[in-house]
């Protein structure tokens, strides 16, 4: 659940689960992602990477329907300067 997603889980790989909010394309090679379940968000940052990602898989996460709800399975990391609001 996102809700509990928290620094002691920093470095470990987890599931989420969640609906859509918004996302952004940052050139070809990244996609900002806001996933929000009830009332909890997570950025997620899909980037391109060599045998894991590709821009093809950039691309479509940018363009999946809000509200649809989607599972990523990703590394938790926690920002060095926190995150005030995102978009």
């Known amino acids: 659940m996102v ?3 928290e620094e002691l889980l920093v470095g470990t ?3 989420v689960r969640a609906r ?3 996302s952004r394309k ?3 090679k990244f996609c900002f992602v806001v996933l929000r379940e ?3 968000t997570v950025q997620v940052v899909i980037q391109v990477s060599e045998g894991k990602v590709s821009p093809t898989m950039v691309k479509w996460a940018a363009q999946v329907p809000k509200e649809s709800v989607i599972e990523v ?3 938790v990391t926690k ?3 926190e ?5």
Do not use: A, F, R
């Open 26 to 28: 940052q050139g070809s």
């Open 83 to 87: 995150i005030k609001g995102c978009t």
């Open 3 to 5: 809700e509990e997603l």
């Open 79 to 81: 920002p060095e300067i």
């Open 20 to 22: 859509l909010h918004n």
């Open 38 to 40: 009830q009332m909890s």
């Open 73 to 75: 399975y990703g590394s």
């Open 13 to 15: 790989k987890v599931w």
